[in-house]
């Protein structure tokens, strides 16, 4: 026993302080270079992005000047200008901005209500596990597309939160089954009964000692979500029920490649969207990996 | 007075089949069972896997729900433990089988033993972290461990932590499962005499489930076999290893080994004459469905399992 002591009291170097979860996160996105890389670069294009916008004066930018339409990239124009004669990179700025409001927004609102979800049914199973799931059923059943294309065009408030909201409701149901899955898995182990007995209440149960321990899976799915929901809003303003082109976003620029002529010959109106949103998506895909890796102390490189 | 009563406790788990899924049989892992405890003594409850001990207890404690039956602790009923009596939580507390899953992996050793601390006592957090510390050290660990995580824990140190989270309380009557079956050896015997240690110091009442019958015979006052959910012998430590009555616990009795090597030969024989008895009169000491009887006393202290007669 003496010598058992002896021996953990050594392995202490600093009794006084353990590693925090945040710490332990950032440890490991500084050792894998190609996350780090990418998370400077996200950093970067969000505070470039936010911060220009709030400079830029959106009202001027869409604005239809017909002297100059279809200019190519000039001194005046950075990246020329579309068929009404708009600025593409002002229009860039803005339209990323706000496809990355509604990708953190998307993923923020379905991510709390499907996670939550998912627990309670996970968690409690039985006759609420079976009324939860066919409530989810029957959400996942409906026609996504069509659904946000009719929500999109009754709704008489049509701004970023109320496009985010509409988005969330038939976005929420995925994420919800995985975490149920997981809950189901993890309310079975001995811990969670040890917390039955210890009189933790069932809520304090369900947040404080489940989610913790499903946290990688919810981290993972949450960052690929936010790259898929940035995909997801793009896809709909291509098709045209995403923003009118009075708001731009991702989606709206590159939807004009629709015109052959501008996916021919214009390249600077579209392919800048492009590269952003291929380059954003693999960038929070790298972050993504690394902060699943931290959550696993096993596969930590940090 | 008995401090645990348990009257008649069924656990059944349902078979469900069909289109409807309705329940067409019932599983009885603990099929009318029976027992008191007094305070400070320890009770232990034997079988072989499936037989229902853990059931048993976990149906105490409120973990499985109980099909019928009556469980009532200081003579209040805590049947429906789940919902009610919310404040007796405090007085019964359990020991997991395993120490590798009983511990949440994502909390620190000072948070896992604050968490009934936290549900019941308002404690300021120099006070909670005192209280660990103090717990730390009854179990024998460093009160340095505190920010530790469990994964950096040998298993029976595990086992002490979830032993310390288990009397932070100061419980009356640990239920404690298996609690030393994932344990080496020598290890065992630090984590059962430190039990008994702190059974002394705070006057623990113990239901000690266990297949080991070396252990529960160094650990118990009084001990019922389990068969197939039912009991087949209950007695004191003497009434069962000096005296048994029914035929499956002089089977386990006779498979208890003798650590004396000349006494082998006999051993062999006496292990061969029992299993002869057992094969030739199984269905004397159990029904047409293999199940055992009802009890019949045979002294004041010692209950068998034994078909009435006449």
Excluded at chain 1, 219 to 232: E, F, P, S
Excluded at chain 1, 276 to 292: C, K, P, S, T, Y
Excluded at chain 2, 69 to 81: A, H, L, M
Excluded at chain 2, 150 to 172: D, T, V
Aim: with cysteine; hydrophobic share 45%; net charge neutral.
């Amino acid at each position: 026993m003496e010598v058992n002591n002896a021996n953990l009291a050594n392995q202490i170097q600093d009794p006084t302080k353990s590693p925090s979860g945040l710490k332990i996160l950032w440890k490991e996105i500084v050792r894998d270079k190609l996350a780090l890389i990418s998370l400077i670069l996200l950093v970067l294009i969000t505070v470039f992005v936010y911060g220009t916008a709030v400079v830029l004066d959106q009202d001027e930018i869409v604005r239809v000047d017909l002297f100059a339409i279809h200019e190519p990239p000039s001194e005046e124009f950075i990246l020329g200008t579309d068929y009404g004669g708009r600025d593409v990179f002002g229009q860039l700025i803005i339209g990323t901005r706000n496809s990355l409001s509604i990708g953190f927004l998307v993923t923020a609102i379905s991510g709390i209500f499907g996670i939550a979800f998912g627990l309670i049914a996970g968690y409690f199973g039985g006759y609420t596990d079976n009324a939860l799931m066919r409530v989810l059923d029957f959400f996942q059943v409906l026609p996504f597309t069509m659904l946000v294309i009719v929500f999109v065009s009754i709704v008489p408030n049509y701004t970023i939160l109320a496009f985010s909201i509409i988005m969330a409701a038939f976005n929420w149901m995925g994420i919800a089954r995985l975490i149920r899955s997981k809950a189901l898995q993890e309310k079975e182990l001995d811990y969670v009964q040890a917390s039955k007995t210890l009189g933790t209440s069932h809520t304090k149960i369900i947040f404080r000692e489940v989610m913790p321990n499903i946290s990688s899976l919810i981290i993972v799915t949450m960052t690929l979500n936010l790259a898929a929901n940035i995909g997801i809003e793009s896809g709909l303003s291509f098709l045209g029920f995403g923003f009118p082109e009075s708001t731009p976003s991702l989606g709206t620029l590159l939807s004009y490649a629709t015109n052959p002529q501008t996916l021919e010959y214009r390249w600077w109106i579209w392919v800048p969207a492009a590269v952003l949103i291929l380059i954003m998506m693999l960038m929070i895909r790298n972050v993504g990996e690394a902060l699943r890796r931290a959550t696993d102390a096993r596969q930590r490189r940090g | 007075m008995a401090i645990l009563e348990v009257e008649d406790l069924k656990v059944y788990f349902p078979i469900k089949a069909g289109i409807l899924n309705r329940t067409v049989d019932h599983v009885k892992a603990v099929d009318g069972v029976s027992f008191s405890i007094e305070q400070g003594k320890t009770y232990g409850l034997v079988g072989e896997s499936g037989s229902g001990k853990t059931t048993t207890g976990r149906a105490v404690i409120g973990l499985e729900s109980i099909y019928s039956g009556k469980v009532s602790f200081n003579g209040t009923d805590i049947t429906n433990f789940g919902r009610e009596n919310s404040a007796l939580r405090k007085d019964v507390q359990m020991i997991f089988q395993d120490p590798y899953s009983s511990l949440n992996p994502r909390k620190r050793v000072l948070d896992i033993i604050s968490e009934p601390l936290r549900n019941f006592e308002k404690l300021s957090k120099t006070e909670e972290k005192k209280r660990v510390q103090e717990l730390l050290e009854i179990v024998g660990l460093s009160p340095e461990s505190i920010l530790k995580y469990p994964h950096e824990f040998s298993g029976g140190q595990r086992q002490r932590i979830g032993i310390a989270r288990a009397i932070a309380l100061k419980p009356k009557l640990i239920i404690a499962d298996e609690p030393v079956s994932a344990l080496d050896v020598s290890v065992q015997a630090q984590v059962l005499n430190f039990m008994q240690d702190i059974q002394k110091e705070l006057n623990l009442t113990y239901l000690f489930i266990s297949h080991d019958l070396g252990i529960v015979k160094h650990m118990c006052d009084d001990i019922a076999i389990m068969y197939k959910g039912r009991y087949v012998e209950q007695g004191t430590i003497t009434d069962i290893f000096n005296n048994p009555q029914h035929i499956y616990t002089k089977r386990l009795v006779s498979a208890i080994p003798d650590i004396n090597p000349r006494n082998r030969e006999k051993q062999y024989r006496i292990r061969q004459e029992v299993q002869r008895e057992y094969a030739n009169s199984f269905n004397d000491y159990f029904d047409s469905e293999g199940l055992a009887y009802g009890l019949q006393p045979v002294s004041d202290t010692h209950l068998v399992a034994l078909p009435e007669r006449g």
